[in-house]
């Protein structure tokens, strides 16, 4: 099995910045790649950025600029840094890892940004 849990939500005026993290731990072996997902009220639940074991970064055209995703392989975490947030960035962020065929999911964590 495998655990993830997100932090660092919270609530922030239009503009401002938070950092979001993800602590994984449990049976975590080999390849695996983490990403972060958002899901906004009334929206489906949409990619937002990804990073591979070696690297390989891809963001949505929405946040492509703005965020900036990292990993610490040697602690199984990844961040999230989230500038220059706006209102359409409200949404509820989880973590995944996706290890081959399997996806593990956190709980997610809370971002409002007020206007």
């Known amino acids: 099995q495998v655990q993830l849990v997100e932090s660092g939500g919270g609530s922030v005026q239009s503009g401002a910045s938070l950092r979001l993290s993800c602590a994984a731990s449990?049976?975590?072996?080999?390849?695996?790649?983490m990403a972060w997902s958002r899901e906004a009220p009334g929206k489906d639940r949409e990619l937002v950025a990804q990073?591979?074991?070696?690297?390989?970064?891809r963001y949505s055209d929405s946040v492509k600029g703005r965020f900036t995703i990292s990993r610490e392989n040697g602690q199984n975490t990844v961040h999230l840094q989230m500038n220059s947030l706006n209102v359409e960035d409200t949404a509820v962020y989880f973590c995944?890892?996706?290890?081959?065929?399997?996806?593990?999911w956190g709980q997610g964590t809370r971002v409002i940004v007020s206007s």
């Open positions: 995944k890892l996706v290890a081959g065929i399997n996806e593990y």
């Open positions: 449990g049976d975590i072996f080999g390849i695996y790649n």
């Open positions: 990073i591979s074991s070696r690297g390989m970064i």
